[in-house]
């Protein structure tokens, strides 16, 4: 069984900024393309940002220029740094990864975006 640990959700006001974790099993962050997804309420959840096999990021339009996706092998962790936040952010964020066509998820941290 592969645990993700998600944490950093928080309630942002709009053009702040959030960090998000996910801490993976070792050398899970290392071997494996992790992404984040995300659900905002009443919709499907959405891939939102991820490292291709060729180790470029991928980013979904609405976060494009505002949100980073990187992460410390060293420490097993992946993040997503939010910056510029929009109400729009405002979300479940999961932290996900395939390995060998199994799925694995995170529970998900709350992200709250509001003045």
């Known amino acids: 069984q592969v645990q993700l640990v998600e944490s950093g959700g928080d309630v942002g006001q709009p053009g702040g900024a959030l960090r998000l974790s996910c801490v993976a099993p070792a050398s899970i962050c290392r071997l494996y393309a992790m992404c984040w997804y995300h659900q905002a309420p009443g919709k499907q959840r959405e891939l939102v940002a991820h490292f291709t096999s060729s180790e470029r990021t991928n980013y979904v339009d609405s976060v494009k220029g505002r949100f980073t996706i990187a992460r410390d092998n060293a420490k097993n962790t992946l993040y997503l740094q939010m910056n510029s936040l929009k109400p729009e952010d405002t979300a479940v964020y999961y932290c996900?990864?395939?390995?060998?066509?199994?799925?694995?998820w995170g529970k998900g941290t709350l992200v709250t975006v509001s003045s």
């Open positions: 996900h990864v395939d390995i060998s066509g199994m799925d694995y």
